[in-house]
């Protein structure tokens, strides 16, 4: 079974610095996507970025971007110039295909709590 | 664009009543709807997935007959939480399978307290 797991539960960056936010799965698959979503205190999920396995090249989006290793199963996300819009949970997920139809469910990591001080 | 509406966003219920939860597609169709719990500083826990016209797909340790899933058109799907009790009460979110970029949108939520 996949999983994914997020090893740091709590972090903190000051504002306009960069840290980055750790993501590994497991899988045996060697197609798939992988995801970074955030929650700010809203709780609306929010897609930050999304990258295809078969994809070599590292997605990015404006200040995300992210490191993607697939032999070590790694998937970490880097946040630069943080800024204080950017404090909120963030999750990192697997898209698993399902046999059935075109369903496909996400596998979700446990979360990172991103602080960004001021 | 692929936009999840989901309503209410917030509700309370006495113990032992029924509370339904809608996610509509406002601008897509959605063939496919997932549908999370999460507890506070959690993560999103999948309840069940549902397609439109058949039944939903539950997961493990969830009970089907107390939370009773509805997908009979393409841009509604709803969640009912029959005889609710507080331990149900949790963030209950709704997502839908955009069918362009293997993207996925989510409703903002329904915060449920049952009393």
């Known amino acids: 079974a996949q999983t994914v797991t997020q090893s740091q539960p709590e972090m903190s960056v000051q504002e306009a610095e960069t840290v980055t936010l750790s993501c590994t799965y497991d899988t045996s698959e060697s197609n798939y996507y992988l995801f970074w979503y955030k929650q700010p205190p809203s709780r609306q999920m929010i897609l930050v970025i999304r990258?295809?396995?078969?994809k070599q090249q590292n997605a990015t989006e404006n200040r995300f971007s992210v490191n993607f290793q697939k032999a070590a199963k790694s998937f970490s996300l880097k946040i630069s110039d943080s800024q204080l819009g950017d404090t909120a949970m963030y999750f990192c997920a697997f898209m698993k295909l399902l046999n059935a139809g075109n369903n496909r469910k996400l596998i979700w990591g446990l979360g990172t709590s991103l602080a960004v001080n001021p | 664009g692929a936009v999840v509406s989901q309503h209410p966003s917030w509700v309370i219920c006495k113990s032992g009543t029924s509370v339904k939860i809608e996610c509509r597609s406002l601008d897509f169709q959605a063939t496919t709807m997932f549908w999370y719990r999460q507890f506070p500083k959690q993560s999103l826990m999948l309840m069940a997935t549902?397609?439109?016209?058949?039944?939903?797909?539950?997961e493990q340790g969830v009970e089907k007959d107390k939370f009773l899933i509805n997908h009979a058109s393409l841009t509604l799907s709803t969640l009912t939480v029959t005889s609710a009790h507080p331990e149900d009460s949790s963030f209950y979110i709704c997502?839908?399978?955009?069918?362009?970029?293997?993207?996925?949108?989510f409703g903002s939520g329904t915060r449920l307290t049952v009393v």
């Open positions: 549902s397609n439109e016209g058949s039944k939903a797909t539950y």
């Open positions: 997502s839908a399978r955009v069918l362009t970029g293997y993207g996925y949108t």
């Open positions: 990258q295809e396995a078969y």
